[in-house]
């Protein structure tokens, strides 16, 4: 494909609409995930309705474990769209929208309009970058600001040398560029801070300082480190110093105490061994992981003055973060979310250069390229067995309901990657990266409309469900050694919850008859642990892994 200077602007058209689509389309249609959707997702709820927006709280408590600005993001959506699972993942989805417009417009900086298409079709279709941009997490908005921070640091050092240059040799007029470039990176930086914590910060440094540690020049103007220090300073602690100054230095000390946490023990028993987030990336940057493997130095075209130098900043950038998550205790898959931009780029590199060389990628690519794509289909075709299966070994009476239409993103997957590695072994590498974009399409489309939702029925609905029955009763409830974010977003009330590291709470609450009826719901493996310990609770029904239980008010019988 060449793309013409008439024919640029339509394929960029193509790639935004394709963007869109891809994102926004059924968006809401599966409910909100425990726990981290339903934790931002009700922390900005209650952000509106406290009216407050200055303090993060949820269940009534003050959160202390992130920053506001994507609960600020998120309360905007509110406003726009109502309190509803598309407007809680809307944020994260135009997070997604401006990050494969950044992708395209800095590849066409750097090497071709069709350069900057693929990098922004792999990182846009990238399993994990997919799916954090359609959930109502921090990160997809995160990492977006550390890209948008990384990429100007990158581009402010190049204008900076062309600015030297011109000033040096007094050919044409100086360009005050670089100001502008260094500006934007500061902001992105302080952004990033406020979206998340200090990290927003420090990687796009940690890659730079990379990069400048082979490229010296043009060395850095101590005024402008200066610059970039105050503004992006500024930014990051606005709102800080504000609630500090306001409120105390409360949340300033829960959020550090939670970051130690992180680092000492895994919370809420997400642990791995020191190799997750290398695994994790292999299965995240599906499918395009196997062409990270037609990487060499040699595709690398002499005389390119950019390739070289950001391949160095994007190999700071990994190994800084693979090796930071490695040794935090904690182990989630998002935390190591932000190396898929550099590793998008090193793909996107690959298969530029085999497009410009017309060679076909070689057969032992595809070969890998065809197992991922089966294994991954594979699980998605049995996963409704597999789950059913495991509910029955966990002995709880409980049954999945789900129709044949399931079936159709794991074929799908089959057949769209079979078609694309056939392409791309002929050398039709455009065709085969649009064949592949639109595998990933229909196979995300499906997994949110069909795996997600039956996920759900077993690990979430049964508890919603019961929260429902007892709020039409207008009863007081209590969760015993069990936390829901998602009872709290569906039911829009606080819930005492019980002996858990969460919340404080008061157990005493359970070994006395109460003014009015007290409803309290566990897990099943919770049930004689609560009655040895509270013995006035009387069993109501199990539903699914859950027991309702219920603590007679005084005087009365249980009917």
């Not at 429902?468 to 977003?489: I, N, Q, T």
Request: glycine share 6%.
């Amino acid at each position: 494909m060449q793309l013409s200077d008439q024919n640029k602007e339509i394929w960029f058209i193509i790639l935004m609409l394709f963007t869109v689509l891809f994102l926004v389309l059924g968006l809401g249609f599966a409910p909100l995930i425990d726990w981290d959707e339903n934790i931002y997702a009700e922390a900005s709820r209650q952000m509106v309705e406290r009216g407050d927006y200055l303090n993060v709280y949820i269940n009534n408590y003050p959160f202390a474990e992130k920053p506001p600005f994507f609960f600020w993001a998120e309360s905007l959506s509110y406003h726009l769209f109502g309190v509803n699972e598309f407007a809680a993942r809307f944020p994260s989805a135009v997070a997604g929208l401006f990050a494969v417009w950044l992708c395209y417009y800095f590849g066409r900086w750097l090497e071709s309009s069709r350069f900057g298409m693929i990098w922004g079709l792999v990182y846009l279709t990238s399993f994990l970058p997919a799916l954090f941009a359609r959930s109502a997490v921090i990160d997809h908005t995160f990492n977006f600001f550390i890209m948008l921070a990384a990429f100007s640091l990158y581009a402010y050092d190049v204008e900076y040398g062309k600015f030297l240059l011109s000033r040096k040799t007094g050919e044409g007029r100086a360009s005050l560029k670089h100001w502008r470039i260094l500006t934007i990176a500061s902001i992105s930086m302080g952004v990033a801070v406020l979206a998340k914590g200090p990290l927003g910060g420090v990687i796009p440094l940690v890659g730079f300082a990379t990069y400048k540690w082979f490229y010296r020049t043009p060395k850095i103007s101590f005024f402008h480190f200066c610059y970039c220090a105050i503004l992006s300073l500024s930014v990051a602690l606005s709102w800080y110093v504000v609630n500090w100054w306001v409120h105390g230095s409360q949340f300033i000390e829960g959020f550090i105490q939670f970051q130690q946490a992180l680092f000492s023990k895994p919370l809420e028993g997400h642990q791995g061994p020191f190799y997750y987030h290398f695994a994790v990336a292999i299965v995240g940057l599906f499918p395009w992981t196997p062409f990270l493997l037609l990487f060499k130095l040699k595709l690398i075209p002499k005389e390119h003055p950019h390739i070289r130098p950001l391949l160095i900043f994007s190999t700071g950038w990994l190994i800084f973060v693979l090796a930071l998550f490695s040794l935090v205790t904690t182990k989630l898959p998002h935390y190591s979310a932000s190396i898929y931009i550099p590793l998008s780029f090193i793909v996107a590199f690959c298969l530029e250069q085999f497009y410009q060389k017309q060679m076909p990628v070689p057969r032992w690519v595809i070969g890998i390229y065809w197992f991922l794509g089966g294994a991954f289909a594979v699980f998605l075709i049995l996963f409704p067995t597999l789950f059913e299966d495991f509910i029955e070994k966990q002995k709880i009476n409980f049954e999945l309901q789900w129709s044949s239409t399931i079936y159709i993103p794991g074929i799908g997957l089959i057949l769209g990657m079979l078609i694309g590695g056939i392409f791309f072994s002929r050398k039709k590498i455009w065709l085969a990266i649009w064949i592949t974009a639109l595998t990933m399409f229909i196979c995300t489309q499906g997994f949110w409309r069909f795996h997600v939702p039956l996920y759900l029925q077993y690990i979430q609905q049964p508890v919603l469900e019961m929260v429902e029955e007892v709020y039409e009763k207008d009863g007081k409830l209590v969760f015993y050694r069990y936390v829901s974010f998602a009872a709290l977003f569906y039911g829009q009330r606080p819930i005492e919850m019980l002996h858990t590291y969460k919340f404080p709470g008061n157990p005493e609450i359970l070994n006395h008859p109460p003014e009015e009826d007290l409803y309290v719901i566990t897990e099943n493996k919770n049930k004689k642990k609560m009655q040895k310990e509270h013995p006035l609770v009387k069993f109501v029904k199990d539903h699914g892994q859950f027991s309702l239980f219920i603590l007679p008010k005084k005087s009365s019988s249980l009917e």
